[in-house]
């Protein structure tokens, strides 16, 4: 390699180093706002402004945990500076191509399991390719790797899930048994002892812990709470228990949305002291070790790096740029929006929308625990159980399930003992200089909470099991693909030199511009499709005045995806084929969560509109059937090409066109009669449907000629068939549909609506 590599070396990590905190703090927010958000404690603006306050102080206070990324996971005076900077690159086009693909699913993934992975992949390959070019003794391994920290700090981070998880079940279960689900009706010196633990406890470890070091903790201060702790502790609780006596007491402060404000602050700094290092460590390290280099006059293959086994101060004007990108990234990404949503879904407290499958993992892990809760409960007397119970009785409103959808995902409570024992477990950690995945302590801590607070009732317990495994399942995907990744980019770079470090470049580049304009374009794409909207009224005349938009939408809907299969089918289109599937499916899914709506539905009616049930019911009917047959129909059509079978005939295409136009324009009719409520209109379409049912008829008939006459594909008759049959059953559930709607539509009757 020529020397001027290093210039261009130094240059392109320090755009990576931006580019990571970008991805980085996109991936990372989940850890600090999910309480926050999920709690609704305060407006979403205020959130933001509190966590980049407290990421400002949390990065200015991260310096010493660079010597992680310098000398934590491999023995700096075993290389030279030419195999410490393929390192350092290697690590850094790896980590952000793992971070964004991760960000991209809207997965938490672990920035510190990440960098300590790759770190150690790109280690182990240039050791490797040391040794090779040396004795070729490979047990000289550990010489080059610092195998006592590096199997410290990845103890270190396995431990954390499992003591999380556990905590944070420990926490609030004791805490929801003394205060339960009405906490807001107990003495307000009850809320003013939690006050008083929660806030003693994130100022001790975060306002000490973490700013111990820097100039905003003097160190004489420093040095009295070192040896006085217990002192300070019950200092600091009988004075935030006084204060959030008298702020509730005379101020009529809520004393659990103060500890949601200060937590999110103390967490969103514990995040920049603990995770910087992940981001900018690498290249931090890599310029030391260049500016170390320039300066010895030697050859970079002779350069010995033991330098980086000294401790430095890291500059806080670097420090405090680095808060800003993470800062501006925090307000500007979707992405970050995206991954907190995931986190937020699986602690939510009621039913409601689950994003994973149930597998068989999740549910054996359900049949054992409830197994396992039930010996538990035979071993507790009866009259313990029945006052822990009443505790656990949640406030129920189902008309404002049904009406809101925008209620917090859990109460006050879990949101605070969430920030609570998530900030001590990363402050503790950083303290004691280990690099902890806050990822997995926020996230672990946030399921133990909500399963402790018994969030994941039998309506949805395989759901949550099935998402928290699939998270923790990407986090060892992430070990392994850092590891893996990093050390074949290493020894791309080993081989390739400059050429190869330009091509990765552009490769990750490219890659990640790709995955931004993907995603982009996905979130306008929501944003303007419309989705359907659930009933609230309490009336049929209210449910057909409310569902019309419903029906206009899957009309307009059903008609362009059946025009898109047909389209397929004659192109032999598969990518619009397979993008028609999708969106079959997605209507499908849809419906089926208006149909899950129906208990919150009926629970709202009183006695003297009963009726109203029977007419969503049914309407819900008809829209399955609908969607069922339009699903089907697509998915035989996306297989039939997708398995290169014969293209259907000229005269099938032909005849299936035919159809497709006098579907669309009936469904037109329909779409146009529902959004205009002109149910008058009605009639007249159910006056013209039997002159589409005749011709689906006709075409069924001359293809059973076809067929004993002149075809001789078995796949192309059977799927003609089935799009035949199909459009019969989606044309008689239309007009099932709209016979129900034309029946019980009354324009004298004035809707009734739930107050």
């Known amino acids: 390699m020529g020397e001027n590599i290093y210039f261009f070396m130094i240059i392109a990590l320090a755009v990576l180093a931006v580019t990571d905190l970008i991805v980085g703090v996109s991936n990372d927010a989940v850890n600090f ?54 390192i350092f690159m290697a690590v850094m086009i790896t980590d952000i191509l793992l971070l964004d693909f991760f960000n991209t699913l809207g997965m938490p993934t672990s920035t510190t399991v990440s960098i300590v992975f790759e770190l150690l992949g790109a280690a182990v390959a240039i050791s490797l390719v040391k040794i090779y070019a040396g004795d070729g003794n490979f047990t000289h391994l550990t010489d080059y790797i610092n195998t006592d920290k590096a199997a410290e700090i990845i103890l270190g981070i396995l431990l954390s899930v499992v003591i999380a998880f556990t905590i944070g079940a420990f926490v609030q279960f004791f805490t929801r048994v003394l205060l339960s689900f009405k906490f807001e009706n107990k003495p307000k010196w009850v809320g003013a002892i939690f006050g008083g633990m929660a806030i003693t406890a994130i100022i001790y ?33 009988i004075l935030w228990f006084t204060l959030s006596w008298a702020v509730t007491r005379f101020l009529s402060w809520n004393i659990y949305v ?10 969103a700094m514990a995040f920049a002291g603990n995770d910087l290092v992940n981001f900018i460590g690498v290249p931090l390290a890599a310029y030391e070790s260049f500016v170390s280099w320039s300066n010895s006059g030697q050859l970079a293959s002779e350069f010995n790096m ?32 995206n ?129 928290v495994l699939n998270v923790i399942g990407g986090w060892f995907f992430t070990a392994i693909v850092a590891f893996v990744a990093s050390a074949l980019t290493a020894y791309i770079i080993h081989l390739g030199g400059i050429y190869a470090i330009g091509a990765l470049l552009i490769f990750a580049f490219v890659l990640i511009g790709k995955n931004y304009i993907s995603h982009t374009k996905k979130l306008k794409e929501s944003k303007e499709e419309e989705k359907l909207e659930r009933a609230e009224s309490s009336s049929v005349q209210g449910v057909i005045e409310e569902s019309a938009k419903n029906i206009a939408n899957v009309v307009k809907r059903t008609s362009k995806i059946y025009s898109n299969t047909i389209n397929g089918l004659a192109k032999q289109d598969l990518n619009l084929l397979k993008k028609n599937k999708k969106q079959g499916s997605k209507l499908a899914t849809e419906i089926e969560d208006l149909r899950n709506h129906t208990f919150y539905f009926i629970k709202n009616l009183e006695e003297a509109h009963i009726g109203a049930s029977n007419f969503y019911i049914n309407a819900m009917g008809h829209l399955t059937d609908i969607s069922q047959s339009l699903e089907y129909i697509g998915k035989v059509s996306h297989k039939h090409v997708n398995n290169n079978h014969k293209k259907l005939k000229y005269n099938q295409i032909k005849e299936l066109k035919q159809i497709d136009n006098k579907l669309a324009e009936i469904l037109e009719n329909t779409s146009n009669a529902f959004e205009e409520r002109s149910f008058e209109k009605i009639g007249n379409i159910l006056n013209n449907k039997q002159e ?8 069924i008939k001359l293809q059973v000629e076809r067929t004993r006459t002149e075809e001789s594909s078995p796949k192309n008759t059977t799927l003609y068939f089935s799009i035949l049959l199909e459009t019969k059953d989606l044309m008689t559930a239309t007009m099932n549909l709209l016979e129900q709607y034309y029946k019980e539509y009354d324009e004298k009757i004035v809707p009734a609506r739930l107050d």
């Open 33 to 86: 706002l999910n309480s926050a958000i999920g709690s609704k404690a305060i407006s979403f603006k205020t959130i933001m402004i509190v966590a980049s306050i407290g990421i400002a102080f949390g990065a200015v206070s991260s310096s010493g945990m660079m010597e992680v990324a310098r000398k934590g996971i491999f023995n700096p005076s075993e290389f030279v500076f030419a195999e410490i900077m393929i």
């Open 205 to 237: 470890f975060i306002l000490i812990k973490g700013l111990k070091g820097t100039s905003i903790i003097t160190p004489e201060t420093s040095m009295f709470i070192s040896d006085n702790p217990e002192i300070f502790i019950l200092g600091n609780f």
């Open 258 to 267: 103060i500890i949601i404000i200060l937590g999110t602050f103390a967490l």
């Open 306 to 337: 033991q330098g980086l086994s000294v401790s430095v101060q890291t500059p806080t004007y670097l420090l405090l740029a680095s808060g800003v990108v993470m800062v501006v990234t925090l307000w500007f990404s979707s992405k970050a929006k």
């Open 339 to 467: 991954v907190v949503k995931t986190s937020v879904d699986l602690s939510r407290q009621d039913e409601g929308d689950e994003r994973f499958e149930p597998n068989f993992l999740s549910r054996q892990i359900v049949k054992f625990s409830i197994k396992a809760s039930d010996n538990l409960n035979g071993l507790i007397p009866t009259t313990l159980q029945k006052r822990i119970n009443v505790q656990f009785e949640k406030p129920t409103s189902y008309a404002q399930k049904a009406k809101i959808k925008d209620l917090p995902a859990f109460d006050l409570i879990r949101a605070s003992v969430n920030l609570m024992v998530a900030s001590v477990l990363i402050s503790l950690a950083t303290s004691l200089k280990l690099p902890l995945s806050t990822t997995y302590v926020t996230f672990m801590v946030a399921m133990g909470s909500s399963l402790a607070d018994r969030a994941w009732g039998s309506e949805s317990a395989v759901y949550r099991v099935a998402g």
């Open 692 to 699: 589409l049912y005749d011709l689906v008829s006709q075409k």
